[in-house]
Each structure stands twice: as C-alpha cells, then as structure tokens.
T-cell receptor, first 109, second 114 residues
Framework: DAKTTQPPSMDCAEGRAANLPCNHS???????VYWYRQIHSQGPQYIIH???NNETNEMASLIITEDRKSSTLILPHATLRDTAVYYC??????????FGQGTELSVKP | EAGVVQSPRYKIIEKKQPVAFWCNPI?????LYWYLQNLGQGPELLIR????????DSQLPKDRFSAERLKGVDSTLKIQPAELGDSAVYLC????????????FGPGTRLTVL
C-alpha cells in the first residue's frame, strides 16, 4: 500500500473552509484515496473516498490532482465540531486501512 | 440503526492479568476488524474476519493475544497475560463485506495496565 504524507497540525477559523493536504506520490493505478477523521475519545469516522475524479458528499469535498500524487480534503464551512485528527489513507477498495499519524485540525472561534 | 458496540469502555488491570474485550458489529456486516491505537498514533490492524474466518491475523501477537468470532457475529479479543506495553485503545470496526468502501468504528476500549 502506498504511503501518505500529511502536515501534523493545522488551524482553521470557524466558518471558513478547511483545506487539508495529503501527498501520496507512490499511489498505484488501482488504489483509492480515503479520508477518515477521529474526534477525541471516539473511533474513526469515514468521510469520503475517490479514485481519480473529484468527489463531494454532505461532509466534504475531495480534490485529487490529475497525476493522482496528491489530494486535498475540503471542509467548506468548518465548525468547532470539526476539530479532530484527519487521516488520509491509500489502499485497494475494501483492503486493509493503514493509518498514519494524520493531521490534527483545530477549528477556532 | 445501532452502531458498533464495544464493552467495556475502560479497563484497568495489573500486569500479568488476563483481559477480554467484546465487540458487537453492525447487524448484517460480514467483515469485522480489531485495531490497536497507541497514544498519538493512528490505529493499527490486529486481525480481520470475514464471517467466522480470520483472513488477516498477521499483525496479531499470537503469544499473548487471541481472538474469536463464533457464529460470525460478535467477537472477543483476549490478552493473556497483559504487559505494561499493552496499554492502549482497542477499536473494533465492521463493514458490509469485502470490497465495501467504508468501515464503521466503535468507540473503543481504553486499557490501562499497571
């Protein structure tokens, strides 16, 4: 499974868009990009995933570069409840999730 | 719909004692996972079940850890004997089946070994 690189921490003002980057330069053609988040004292929660097209759901948008070597998770209007650790994971669909250390996002009032 | 249920939520034991964690996955989910999460780290897979069969237990320390999923529903993870380094959060997750997109996680059991 390809490795991902994320910044260890980020801050975002409440109500603004939070853009979380992820590098996955060794991603292979059949690997998807998954995003999960983990709020303090809870289990991880699935957010979104994609292969090569941009994706959007009720929680977030996922922008994948054309060469698929990086992606950005966008929370369009961050709230205090979005404060969490965000994990970017690359793997085959349905395969083993390998979590890195993620990005700790702090949304501030 | 009920989520993944785990018990206990917290457990404190002395080293060398046995301990067991229980997981009830979402109804109808064939795949069940146990993860270990150390403080400040992401979860690490210990074992994955497809129905009753353990299809990936390569990361399970088999000298002291064991798991079972009788009847392909509930699962139990056991440590015997526990060591100080086993202090961590043990997470259970489930998904509808192989090839599914999303894993649903329980709240975890926080184990402290003294």
């Amino acid at each position: 499974d390809a490795k991902t690189t994320q910044p260890p921490s980020m801050d975002c003002a409440e109500g603004r868009a939070a853009n979380l980057p992820c590098n996955h330069s060794t991603i292979s053609g059949n690997e998807y990009v998954y995003w999960y988040r983990q709020i303090h004292s809870q289990g991880p929660q699935y957010i979104i995933h994609g292969l090569k097209n941009n994706e959007t759901n009720e929680m977030a948008s996922l922008i994948i570069t054309e060469d698929r070597k990086s992606s950005t998770l966008i929370l369009p209007h961050a709230t205090l409840r979005d404060t969490a650790v965000y994990y970017c994971i690359v793997n085959n669909q349905g395969g083993k999730l390998i979590f890195g250390q993620g990005t700790e996002l702090s949304v501030k009032p | 719909e009920a989520g993944v249920v785990q018990s206990p939520r917290y457990k404190i034991i002395e080293k060398k004692q046995p301990v067991a964690f229980w997981c009830n996955p979402i109804s109808g989910h064939n795949t069940l996972y146990w993860y270990l999460q150390n403080l400040g780290q992401g979860p690490e897979l210990l074992i994955r079940y497809e129905n009753e069969e353990a299809v990936d237990d390569s990361q399970l320390p088999k000298d002291r850890f064991s798991a079972e999923r009788l009847k392909g529903v509930d699962s139990t993870l056991k440590i015997q004997p526990a060591e100080l380094g086993d202090s961590a959060v043990y997470l259970c997750a489930s998904s509808p089946g192989e090839g599914s997109d999303e894993q649903f996680f329980g709240p975890g059991t926080r184990l402290t070994v003294l």
